[in-house]
């Protein structure tokens, strides 16, 4: 059972990625240990047939007003699939895996004395979005508010886009994204039910983190008139930046984290219970990093047109849209991390305080938790889902 608020706070250890069951994320979920035991005890079932499902599920195609660049997405569903679809927008560069079902599944095998392939062959930080949103929607089943995730891979082709659309994005005005989201849908609709069904997807709910939070605002607000838009959570959305170089860049790498450790003590924290990553996510990421991880996120900022418009606060369109998906009877959750470079300054330029909760993720004693709180699942996925149930 969730109920129908968000807790103002979430609390974290950003070094062992575990969520803490706090009084009040116990009280507002109350079964969140036991949905996420149940998403892990799905994927011990038959890990193998579920990450052949994951690399089955991606598809990409052409937006009809862009080049010849491609979109590429992933649809993943359970046993539900009416009328309601959650859309999930990546992060900066957070794309479709870059390997076969099979190498990942020989990668995450633990014995290295029988599995031999290397972590650059398997790719592994490749398979971080579409194992984030298979929990996503395993989570949803979890708690009976099953329905299928629909996700759109980052870094878009920036000529995806037209050129129209570009310069929008420039000053930031993310509403485009509206189309390339529409058209996303339609492939979805097709899939799981057929064009000219009866059943059309008509609900929507949408969740991005970091440049993806703004891309699922604007799409958000451009899709307000062609569907119900039901929730909307934005985590570590970026609208402070006053420049693309050096403000920005700056706080995405060398001061990505700002304040002191935290000193919140809680002296009976140690008898809270504690989610851990789930187990896809912890076999993918046993290793560490790979080296490509960095260079995609090079080459994800590069997109200035993109990256442009997450910066000058006083004129970017995403409080503005903030705002309309909140008046069109939206639940929105903004999630911002405490120590953030990036989002320290987002909740000074958010609309009054309505229909959108600031959830504020913080760390237990001694620890800092930063912008890469996007990649952590558990925290994503249990607010992410939250949201959406309280919605319904």
């Known amino acids: 059972m969730i109920m129908n608020t968000m807790p103002s706070e979430v609390m974290v250890n950003p070094d062992e990625k575990t969520v803490i069951m706090t009084p009040p994320l116990s009280r507002e979920f109350p079964d969140a240990p036991k949905a996420f035991r149940r998403v892990d005890e799905v994927f011990a079932e038959n890990p193998q047939d579920h990450l052949k499902m994951l690399e089955e599920s991606v598809f990409s195609f052409t937006p009809k007003s862009g080049s010849q660049a491609e979109v590429t997405c ?134 991005g983190a970091s440049l993806g939070a703004s891309n699922a605002i604007g799409a958000a607000a451009g899709l307000l008139e062609a569907f119900a838009v039901r929730s909307l959570t934005a985590q570590e959305l970026i609208i402070g930046p006053t420049s693309y170089f050096p403000d920005l ?3 995405f790498t060398i001061k990505n984290t700002v304040g002191e450790p935290s000193s919140e003590v809680i002296t009976q924290m140690i008898d809270y219970a504690r989610i851990g990553e789930p187990a896809i996510r912890r076999m993918i990421d046993r290793d560490g990093t790979e080296l490509a991880t960095a260079g995609r996120a090079i080459i994800s900022m590069l997109k200035y047109s993109y990256l442009k418009g997450l910066t000058d606060p006083e004129h970017n369109q995403t409080p503005r849209d903030v705002a309309r998906v909140a008046e069109a009877g939206a639940h929105l959750a903004i999630v911002l991390a405490a120590n953030s470079g990036l989002t320290q300054e987002t909740n000074e330029y958010l609309p009054p305080a309505g229909r959108e909760s600031v959830v504020h993720v913080r760390a237990e004693n001694g620890h800092r938790v930063a912008h890469l709180i996007d990649e952590h699942v558990a925290p994503t996925a249990l607010l992410a889902v939250m949201n959406i149930a309280r919605s319904r």
């Not at 299928?148 to 050129?163: D, E, G, K, Q």
């Not at 008509?202 to 969740?207: A, G, K, N, V």
């Open 249 to 251: 860049a700056t706080k």
């Open 74 to 207: 992933s649809l993943i569903h359970g046993q539900e699939v009416g009328d309601e679809l959650l859309v999930v927008y990546a992060p900066f560069a957070d794309g479709a895996p870059n390997s076969r079902s099979e190498e990942i599944w020989r990668y995450m095998q633990a014995d290295q004395a029988v599995v031999q392939i290397t972590k650059g062959h398997a790719a592994p930080n490749s398979w971080n979005q579409i194992s984030k949103s298979w929990v996503m929607s395993e989570l949803l089943q979890a708690v009976d508010q099953d329905m299928p995730v629909l996700t759109i891979f980052s870094p878009i082709p920036t000529h995806a886009y037209s050129r129209g659309d570009r310069k929008r994005f420039r000053h930031g005005d993310f509403t485009p994204a509206a189309d390339i989201t529409a058209q996303a849908i339609q492939l979805a609709q097709e899939r799981l039910h057929g064009a000219h069904s009866e059943t059309q997807i008509d609900t929507l709910h949408l969740h």
